[in-house]
C-alpha cells in the first residue's frame, strides 16, 4: 500500500510541474503580446484597421497556450503524444455547436425581449446585398444566407485561433488536472487559468468598451469560467481537444458574427449581450451546473496514446 501511495505521490508532483512549466510560459507570452498590443492602442472597435504588428500580437497571444503547451511536452516526455489529437465521434462535435449556438441565441433573445427596437436582421441588408445581390429572393432569405456564408468563410481563420488556445487548455492542462481532482474542479480551475488569461486586454485594452470597467471586468470573468464547463466535458468524454476547438470556434463565431450584427446596440444590450452581457452570465452558469452534474460521473482519465 505504502508503494502505491508513493507511486501516485510521485505522478501527482510529475503533473503539478508539469502544469506549472506550461502556465509560466503562457503567461509570459499571452502577457507579453498583450502588454505590447495596450502600448501599441489596440482597439477593438477598430480591429480591422489595426496595423499587422497589432495583429501579430494578437496571434500570439491567442497561441500562447498552445505554444506553451507544445513545448511543455517536449521538455518533459519528448513527444507531443497524448494531447487529444485523435479523431472523434461525431456526435461529440454537433452536440458542441448545437448547444453552443442555442445558449447564445438564448442569450440574445433574452436580450431582443428586455430592449424592444434591438433585433434588427435588416441593418446588415446593405452588406448582404453588396455580396449577393438584390431581387432574387425576399430581403430576409438574403440577409439569412449573407450570415451563413459569412460564418462559414470565417471557420478557418478563427478556428485557427481557437486551435492555438485549445491545444493548452484542451490538450494538456483540463486533462492533466482531471488526473488529480474531479470534474468540477478541473473546469472551475481551467476557467480561472483562462480569464486572469484575458485580464490585460480586459483591463487596458478596451476589451470591455461601452460598460464600466468593474462590470465588464466581473461579468466577462463570470462567462469565461462558466462557458469552459460544456468543452472541457466534452474534452474528457470524447478523449479528443476536436470538441473543444469547434465549440470555441463556434461560440466567437454565433455571437460576433452571426447574432451581434443583426442586434442594434442599445444602452441596456450593452449590459446584456456578448461577453460582457448578463444575459450571457445567465445562460453560461445554467449550461455550467448541467456539465458539472454530468461531469460528476466522469472518471479520472489514463494516460492518452493520440
Request: overall charge neutral.
Amino acid at each position: 500500500m505504502s508503494t502505491i501511495i508513493s507511486l501516485v505521490s510521485r505522478v501527482e508532483d510529475s503533473i503539478r510541474r508539469e502544469i506549472a512549466t506550461f502556465l509560466l510560459l503562457t503567461f509570459a507570452l499571452a502577457w507579453g503580446c498583450q502588454i505590447t498590443a495596450i502600448l501599441l492602442g489596440v482597439d477593438f472597435n477598430r480591429l480591422d484597421s489595426s496595423p499587422p504588428i497589432v495583429w501579430v500580437m494578437l496571434i500570439g497571444t491567442a497561441w500562447a497556450p498552445g505554444l506553451a503547451a507544445l513545448a511543455t511536452r517536449l521538455i518533459y516526455y519528448r513527444s507531443l503524444r497524448g494531447m487529444g489529437w485523435q479523431g472523434v465521434q461525431p456526435r461529440y462535435l454537433l452536440l458542441g455547436a448545437g448547444l453552443t449556438l442555442l445558449f447564445i441565441a438564448l442569450s440574445y433573445m433574452a436580450a431582443w425581449l428586455l430592449s424592444p427596437g434591438s433585433f434588427a436582421p435588416f441593418q446588415v441588408l446593405d452588406e448582404a446585398t453588396a455580396m449577393l445581390g438584390r431581387g432574387w429572393a425576399a430581403d430576409g432569405v438574403i440577409v439569412l444566407v449573407y450570415l451563413g456564408l459569412n460564418g462559414l468563410m470565417l471557420i478557418l481563420p478563427i478556428g485557427f485561433f481557437a486551435l492555438g488556445e485549445e491545444i493548452g487548455w484542451s490538450g494538456l492542462l483540463a486533462p492533466q488536472l482531471a488526473r488529480m481532482t474531479s470534474f468540477g474542479s478541473t473546469a472551475l480551475i481551467t476557467g480561472i487559468i483562462w480569464a486572469l488569461y484575458h485580464f490585460p486586454l480586459m483591463l487596458f485594452g478596451g476589451y470591455t468598451q461601452g460598460v464600466p470597467l468593474w462590470y465588464g471586468l466581473l461579468i466577462n470573468s463570470i462567462v469565461l469560467v462558466a462557458s469552459g464547463f460544456m468543452p472541457i466535458w466534452l474534452r474528457l468524454k470524447s478523449g479528443s481537444m476536436w470538441p473543444a476547438v469547434l465549440t470555441h470556434t463556434c461560440w466567437n463565431i454565433f455571437m460576433f458574427y452571426l447574432f451581434e450584427p443583426i442586434t442594434r446596440t442599445t444602452p441596456l444590450t450593452l449590459y446584456l449581450v456578448g461577453e460582457k452581457g448578463a444575459a450571457t452570465a445567465v445562460v453560461v452558469i445554467v449550461s455550467a451546473l448541467l456539465f458539472w452534474r454530468l461531469g460528476r460521473s466522469l472518471g479520472q482519465p489514463g494516460d492518452e496514446r493520440n
